[in-house]
């Protein structure tokens, strides 16, 4: 026998109530936090992963999280590979407040909902979450209504995306872990300085044959001005375009050209190796200890060089 139609369990004005006091509960009880949204770039559709992903969004959203005791997960775990720091954390969010804020933004019209692989950025401990699940039916339909979205997160792998969301705090803490290329540079005119987040390019000499030129490009994250003249640049998301040649890197002596004014210089030494043709790669950086490494790693096993147990190929 159906139910009684005279009693309902979605009153909308109850639904509204009890909406109203979860958004207000959130923003007593929750956290700040930025929502990324993922750009595809160029999805690998057999392994399901976009590792080109551009990140240019940041929206701020109140989020409880539901973990009070500390982050869950393994925690930290020591392998034979290192040190893994395995956080994770679960968030909950209102539907409403979300669609208000981000939702209508989005293009994803099939599917209007946070997506797993959206990052997540916690200013309290200053760390980025990874969307694994969302989960949008708890607590289950209570007043036959799914007033919140649970989202399960795990830290976020920094895999050389690119990060310009406009928001400071966010671009400045990528920058800092990001692949970086520093570069001593002479202006060709002085004062005219390269600035944090513009492109640079540097056209490459093509091998005899090849045509056209490649242009290596890459965005300046950090700059330190060491005269009127000069300039040290450590470049991120370095890419290539055109085809020809084995030269995938700038080269000293090369020019470069910034995006924003056109400003030039010329490369006068590059720190990306132990050695390159100026002689003196990171050898005045005290930290690094490059030199010292590559000399004290003659004494190890290393079978990157040759096999110090024969060639396997042989036969006795």
Same mark, same amino acid.
């Given at each position: 026998m159906p139910r009684n139609v005279y009693f309902s369990q979605a009153v909308r004005s109850e639904q509204h109530l009890y909406e109203d006091l979860i958004v207000e509960s959130l923003k007593i009880y929750g956290q700040d936090i930025y929502y990324i949204p993922r750009t595809l770039i160029n999805r690998d559709n057999i392994l399901g992963e976009d590792?080109?992903?551009?990140?240019?969004?940041?929206y701020l959203i109140e989020g409880y999280i539901e973990n009070v005791d500390g982050f869950e997960g393994s925690g930290d775990l020591y392998s034979k590979f290192g040190l893994e720091i395995r956080d994770e954390v679960s968030f909950v969010i209102s539907r409403r407040v979300w669609e208000r804020r981000i939702g209508v933004f989005s293009a994803n019209s099939i599917d209007p909902r946070p997506q797993e692989g959206d990052v997540l950025f916690l200013p309290m401990t200053n760390s980025f979450f990874e969307i694994s699940y969302v989960e949008d039916d708890k607590p289950f339909y209570q007043l036959s209504d799914l007033p919140v979205y649970r989202l399960n997160c795990s830290l976020f792998e920094y895999n050389d995306e690119d990060f310009d969301t406009g928001v400071e705090s966010i671009d400045t803490k990528i920058n800092q872990v990001s692949y970086q290329v520093p570069l001593s540079v002479n202006l060709l005119i002085d004062r005219l300085f390269f600035k944090v987040g513009e492109t640079i390019s540097q056209t490459l000499t093509p091998a005899v044959g090849d045509t056209p030129a490649i242009v290596i490009s890459g965005e300046v994250a950090q700059v330190e001005d060491t005269g009127d003249s000069s300039q040290n640049l450590?470049? *991120?998301?370095?890419?290539? !375009?055109?085809? #020809?040649?084995?030269?995938? @890197?700038?080269?000293?002596?090369?020019?470069?050209?910034? &995006?924003?004014?056109?400003?030039?210089?010329?490369?006068?030494?590059?720190? *990306?190796?132990?050695?390159? !043709?100026?002689? #003196?790669?990171?050898?005045? @950086?005290?930290?690094?200890?490059?030199?010292?490494?590559? &000399?004290?790693?003659?004494?190890?096993?290393?079978?990157?060089?040759?096999?110090?147990?024969?060639?396997?190929?042989?036969?006795?």
């Open positions: 590792p080109a992903s551009k990140f240019d969004d940041a450590w470049i *991120s998301h370095i890419g290539v !375009t055109g085809s #020809g040649g084995e030269a995938r @890197d700038f080269t000293v002596g090369g020019t470069i050209s910034g &995006s924003d004014n056109n400003y030039q210089g010329t490369i006068t030494a590059i720190r *990306s190796d132990v050695t390159d !043709t100026t002689g #003196g790669a990171w050898v005045s @950086d005290g930290a690094a200890e490059n030199v010292a490494l590559e &000399s004290f790693a003659d004494n190890f096993l290393d079978f990157t060089e040759s096999n110090p147990f024969g060639d396997p190929s042989e036969t006795y």
